[in-house]
């Protein structure tokens, strides 16, 4: 069985300040894609990123970056110089070919980010 | 291109009564997904088809609800009869299959439900 782990339900910062959002998940599988999902308050779920199992080399992109470990299981992301606009609440997901590639939703983090 | 578009994008309807939720996938995708949202189970994958065809109804919660998907580009859920319980966001999300790799989903806006 697959899942995954936010533990962090709401984070608040203000804003610049950066912080970093965790993602904890489980599979047996050797052959697995980690993605995080930005839901903002319009309620759309906007698509960030997309990471295979066997691609650990961290990833940036703009004022985002992800840290993927196998060995730790985790795939945090970690958003640099907050701003207002990132308020949201984040998903991270997980698919692999036991689950015939379904996606298994974390509960979510929400972030506040305050002026 | 369009993105994956859901209709009505809020419904709001008397228990009892039947509830259709639409969807159109992005053209060329061949996977479509069903997904609820609540503040108390968080999102769920209902369905999901992969070239039209049914591949886990698994998350279906009870008979009531159905869902079909007659084309490539259309899809339906239905709600009958419809409870208050059923109450949620209702999202659609399409990709590209393929059985060498697993493109991301792209979701809809969402249908937020209301049973009164």
């Known amino acids: 069985a697959q899942k995954v782990t936010q533990a962090q339900t709401e984070i608040s910062v203000v804003e610049k300040e950066d912080v970093t959002l965790d993602c904890v998940y489980e599979?047996?599988?050797?052959?697995?894609?980690l993605f995080w999902y930005k839901q903002p308050p319009s309620g759309e779920l906007v698509f960030l990123i997309r990471?295979?199992?066997?691609?650990?080399q961290n990833e940036i992109s703009g004022r985002y970056s992800w840290n993927f470990q196998k060995s730790t299981s985790s795939f945090n992301f970690t958003i640099t110089a907050s701003q207002v606009v990132d308020s949201a609440v984040y998903f991270c997901a997980l698919s692999d070919n036991n689950a015939g590639n379904m996606l298994t939703f974390g509960g979510g983090t929400r972030l506040m980010v305050k002026p | 291109d369009a993105g994956v578009i859901q209709s009505p994008r809020h419904e709001v309807t008397e228990m009892g009564q039947e509830v259709t939720l639409r969807c159109k996938p992005i053209s060329g995708h061949n996977s479509l997904f069903w997904y609820r949202q609540t503040m108390m189970r968080g999102l769920e994958l209902l369905i999901y088809?992969?070239?039209?065809?049914?591949?886990?109804d698994s998350g279906m919660p009870e008979d009531r609800f159905s869902a079909k998907m007659p084309n490539a580009s259309f899809s339906t859920l239905k709600i009958q009869p419809s409870e208050p319980r059923d109450s949620a966001v209702y999202f659609c999300?399409?990709?590209?299959?393929?059985?060498?790799?697993?493109?991301?989903?792209?979701f809809g806006p969402g249908t937020r439900l209301t049973v009164l």
């Open positions: 990471r295979n199992s066997f691609d650990e």
């Open positions: 999300a399409s990709r590209r299959w393929r059985s060498s790799g697993n493109d991301e989903q792209f």
């Open positions: 599979t047996r599988d050797t052959t697995y894609y």
């Open positions: 088809f992969n070239n039209n065809v049914p591949i886990d």
